[in-house]
């Protein structure tokens, strides 16, 4: 059986993070949840082409853009992002 899909969430709301994860799963994905930008930045970098995506929090993901750190930029993931507004 193929490995799923591995998908980096962003996300600092709890609740959110729980229904992010439960929509992946149903879709046959294997979701990973970063709290924070911070978070999600080293999980990225210690798991290189890891990720095929990276589903953040607009705020979260702000901040890894405005850091230049953000793991869109290997080329490699696709970065989505979501706002709860």
């Known amino acids: 059986m193929p490995e799923a899909v591995r998908i980096l969430v962003a996300e600092d709301e709890f609740s959110i993070q ?3 994860e439960d929509a992946l799963a149903g879709g046959g994905f294997q979701a990973e949840i970063a709290p ?7 999980l990225f970098s210690g798991n290189r082409g890891g990720y095929r995506a990276l589903l953040t929090d607009i705020s979260v993901g702000a901040g ?21 507004t």
């Open 36 to 42: 924070s930008g911070d978070a999600a930045f080293s």
């Open 18 to 20: 729980c229904f992010v």
């Open 64 to 84: 890894l853009n405005a850091a230049g750190r953000s793991p869109g930029r290997s080329g490699k993931s696709n970065q989505i992002f979501r706002s709860s």
